[in-house]
């Protein structure tokens, strides 16, 4: 099976494919276990979903977020450009941005000697649903 965005000479192994089909399919980043969740009935075990997603992560197939106050790590996959998202607190879901806040950022690299390569940006705060649900300040 060939995937645009697999790495050349990263092997695609039975775990790392069903991980990647996963979050492939998923419409929002998920943690390692709801991960695990999903491909359950396939013999996988919990701490080689965790495996596979530091591979992924090093290979640059995926990003990993920590919400803030939290310890869990969500996953999404890296499907191509650049992309920024409002974090709900409450249900944990991925809003993305329509337009980068930081597109027009006036950095002198001359003056300052710094070269931008690349940015991430994550706002966090309570979706519609959480908030008119009662679980989050207004």
Same mark, same amino acid.
Request: aromatic share 8%; with cysteine; net charge positive.
């Given at each position: 099976?060939?995937?645009?965005?697999?790495?050349?000479?990263?092997?695609?192994?039975?775990?790392?494919?069903?991980?990647?089909?996963?979050?492939?399919?998923?419409?929002?980043?998920?943690?390692?276990?709801?991960?695990?969740?999903? @491909?359950? $009935?396939?013999?996988? *075990? &919990?701490?080689?979903?965790? #495996?596979?997603?530091? +591979?992924?992560?090093?290979?640059? =197939?995926?990003?990993?977020?920590? @919400?803030? $106050?939290?310890?869990? *790590? &969500?996953?999404?996959?890296? #499907?191509?450009?650049? +992309?920024?998202?409002?974090?709900? =607190?409450?249900?944990?879901?991925? @809003?993305?941005?329509?337009?980068?806040? &930081?597109?027009?950022?006036?950095?002198?690299?001359? +003056?300052?000697?710094?070269?931008?390569?690349?940015?991430?940006?994550?706002?966090?705060?309570?979706?519609?649903?959480?908030?008119?649900?009662?679980?989050?300040?207004?």
């Amino acid at each position: 099976m060939e995937m645009k965005n697999w790495p050349a000479g990263f092997r695609m192994t039975r775990p790392r494919l069903l991980v990647y089909r996963a979050l492939e399919a998923a419409d929002t980043a998920l943690d390692a276990r709801e991960l695990y969740r999903r @491909i359950s $009935g396939e013999g996988l *075990a &919990l701490s080689t979903v965790y #495996r596979v997603l530091a +591979a992924f992560e090093e290979q640059g =197939l995926v990003t990993r977020t920590t @919400i803030m $106050g939290g310890e869990t *790590a &969500l996953y999404a996959l890296c #499907r191509g450009g650049h +992309a920024h998202y409002a974090i709900c =607190l409450g249900c944990r879901r991925q @809003i993305p941005l329509r337009h980068c806040p &930081l597109e027009n950022l006036p950095l002198d690299e001359e +003056a300052d000697g710094f070269l931008v390569t690349g940015h991430r940006l994550e706002l966090y705060g309570y979706c519609r649903a959480c908030r008119q649900a009662g679980g989050a300040e207004k």
